[in-house]
């Protein structure tokens, strides 16, 4: 009797199906930069993607409040910022070791909770057949008054114009940086953009002179239209000047998945170098792992100087920088 029921209990083991893995991502990133990597996962691994993406404030707030109810697995975060946030609320699981290792300590939370994986500058797109265009090769120039009215920026609300401006105060101090940005504010005006495409697109039909954006959307539209009047200007690399301001998307695994060794499957595959590869020429950013060819016409890190502020340090600053944007009454 005991075998029959055993047998039985059997049949409905084998019987019963086995649910899919399924792994739940909140992204800030655009999904035109992911997609194709966790296409590529899913295929390989029978892994479900289902990816959330939006605002990476917004959704790094939605997992706080969500706290152990939180179907998130996984974090993405557009910038050091709000990853950094995230660890100071104790939301993401440690990172093994092995994965650890695969990134440089500047590229990776100091807590070993979350990790870099591509990287960006902040530069400037000029087009070319202004008068003034041999003229601009500092952040700082977009504040001058012959440029009212002339310069295409986004919203403050925007994570990598928050993070190239906590690098400024980093390197220079506040006063400086306030000066900056109330010129910014009065040379904009009310002509501001969500999306850094659009500025691109803003300076090469001539009706802005300069726009601050992340490089990628210059080189990608440069790529696409080579023969627009614009040119990629990566600023303030004079003896005198404080280099280009730096940033990442990182990766952290939420501290209430239900499946932390399936998240750090990602991990690992976003960390290999065919992945890293993806970033670097699909994408056109920086990857965090070495010995990953940059796509055609990136220049080589080795080529510029950058502002040396640990990537963490951006993070931790972040809301000093966003009290100085309300402020000024920076439009959001």
């Known amino acids: 009797m005991i075998r029959k029921v055993a047998i039985f209990a059997l049949l409905i083991i084998l019987a019963t199906p086995v649910l899919a893995q399924q792994l739940t991502i909140y992204s800030g ?6 997609d194709p ?3 590529s996962f899913a295929h390989q691994t029978g892994i479900t993607i289902n990816l959330i993406s939006g605002n990476s404030s917004i959704l790094l707030s939605r997992l706080s409040l969500e706290d152990r109810t939180t179907a998130a697995d996984i974090y993405i975060g557009n910038d050091v910022g709000n990853l950094y946030r995230g660890s100071s609320y104790g939301l ?17 939370s100091p807590d070993d909770d979350w990790i870099g994986l591509s990287g960006r500058l902040r530069v400037l797109v000029v087009n070319t057949e202004s008068r003034m265009s041999d003229n601009l090769d500092s952040i700082y120039d977009l504040s001058k008054p012959d440029l009212k009215g002339k310069i295409g920026i986004t919203y403050a609300s925007n994570e990598s114009f928050i993070g190239g401006a906590t690098s400024y105060f980093h390197i220079v101090g506040k006063e400086k940086n306030r000066q900056w940005l109330q010129g910014l504010k009065e040379n904009a005006g009310h002509n501001l953009y969500k999306k850094h495409s659009k500025i691109v697109q803003a300076v090469a039909y001539g009706n802005k002179v300069v726009g601050l954006v992340n490089h990628y959307y210059a080189l990608q539209f440069m790529q696409k239209f080579p023969e627009a009047p614009i040119k990629l200007v990566i600023p303030d690399q004079g003896k005198d000047q404080i280099g280009v301001a730096w940033n990442m998307t990182g990766i952290a695994v939420s501290r209430f998945s239900k499946q932390p ?10 960390l290999s170098k065919e992945q890293q590869k993806i970033f670097a020429e699909v994408n056109q950013e920086y990857p965090v792992l070495s010995g990953v060819t940059l796509a055609k016409g990136v220049p080589a890190m080795e080529s510029f100087r950058n502002i040396q502020t640990p ?6 600053q972040r809301d000093d920088t966003i009290t100085e944007f309300h402020r000024l009454r920076l439009r959001y």
């Open 29 to 34: 990133r655009n999904p035109k930069f992911l």
């Open 37 to 39: 990597l966790l296409q």
């Open 92 to 108: 993401f699981n440690k990172i093994s070791k092995s994965l650890l290792s695969l990134v440089p300590a500047r590229h990776r």
């Open 261 to 270: 060794e399936v998240a750090e499957k990602l991990l690992a595959y976003l």
């Open 311 to 316: 990537i963490a340090e951006i993070g931790r």
